[in-house]
């Protein structure tokens, strides 16, 4: 037994012997609890004592460097997933970036193809306002003007004129109304139809707007009858005007649409003789074109105030109303 405890406290020695100089492992301290134990059971107590110091030493350095090397390792495993969390976070920062970069990008094209169908909605928008609007230019152009010819219809001839005589009016200027008759119109109708009737209609009126001025007014009273007011035209100006007038209808060239003569009767009257009102104009131009019609047609007449014009029981017996209803 004695032999045992000398080996094995030799063996001990030799570890503390063996040992790195100041620091503490698990060997030295289990040597040192070896010789503690093996001095206290050869009731060597000084030694015993000693060593159990020594051993109580040993093993609080080994713990205190465990500890210390386990705070580094725990130390090092924070660091390392601090890191890893630090990674994540830039890569889930990278991904939110990336995510907001493709959301511009689609709020980019959602604000395009936004304003692209705003566009179009406006467009869209102008275009049926421009088809209104047309639209509308072509209904008062309708209302106001003759389908075949093109001049005012009778309403819209009867305003204008009204307008064009208060213009004189004010600024104490003469004006002549015209009235015109195309001669046997009824019998171009019937013996040639309507087609060339229609034709006799417009190419009188080409005729008759190769000599008017912008501020003339020209309209279809209806059938083949015709207005025109010359505003601005005095009576001494108006005998050359009618006749141009006269001349250019009846000197329409014939053709393959048109193979009839044309000729025309005019009716004037002036401010001179009738005053300014519509109503009282209309009645002697009327006068005047129905002296034309009864002396041979194809002339033109104007009224005068020296009592050669037909009496009101002789218009009447040709028709019982006016050619034209006037306006007040």
């Known amino acids: 037994m004695e032999s045992e405890f000398a080996q094995a406290k030799r063996f001990a020695l030799d570890a503390v012997q063996g040992d790195v100089k100041n620091e503490y492992t698990e060997s030295l301290t289990t040597a040192y609890k070896l010789l503690y134990l093996i001095a206290q059971k050869q ?21 205190n460097e465990v500890s210390a090397k386990a705070l580094a390792y725990q130390t090092v495993k924070q660091q390392v997933l601090a890191k890893k969390l630090q990674i994540d976070a830039l890569d889930k920062q990278n991904r939110i970036l990336q995510l907001q970069r493709a959301l ?32 509308q230019l072509s209904f008062m152009r309708m209302a106001r003007r003759d389908g075949l010819t093109g001049l005012f219809n009778r309403q819209h001839f009867l305003d204008e004129a009204q307008r064009q ?49 912008s501020t003339d007014v020209f309209g279809r009273l209806g059938g083949e009858e015709f207005g025109i ?8 100006r108006v005998n050359e005007r009618v006749e141009q007038l006269r001349l ?65 029981g002789m218009r009447k017996s040709r028709r019982g109303t006016p050619m034209v209803e006037p306006v007040a």
């Open 165 to 213: 005589l208060q213009y004189c009016r004010k600024s104490a200027r003469d004006a002549c109304l015209v009235l015109i008759d195309l001669d046997h119109f009824k019998n171009i109708n019937d013996t040639h139809g309507h087609v060339v009737g229609d034709e006799v209609l417009k190419r009188a009126v080409m005729a008759c707007q190769a000599h008017l001025r």
């Open 43 to 63: 009731r060597d107590f000084q030694a015993a004592l000693a060593y159990h110091e020594k051993y109580m030493a040993a093993d609080k350095g080994y713990l």
């Open 248 to 312: 250019a209808v009846a000197e329409i060239p014939p053709s393959d649409a048109l193979c009839v003569p044309v000729s025309a009767s005019f009716g004037v009257a002036t401010t001179v003789f009738s005053g300014y009102e519509l109503r009282q104009l209309l009645i002697h131009a009327d006068d005047a074109l129905y002296q034309a019609k009864n002396s041979g047609r194809n002339r033109a007449v104007v009224f005068n105030d020296t009592g050669d014009m037909p009496q009101d």
């Open 229 to 236: 007011l010359l505003p601005e035209c005095s009576l001494e």
């Open 104 to 135: 511009d990008k689609k709020a980019i094209e959602t604000t395009r193809l936004y304003i692209i169908l705003l566009l179009t909605v406006l467009a869209f928008i102008a275009f049926v306002a421009y088809r209104i609007k047309r639209s």
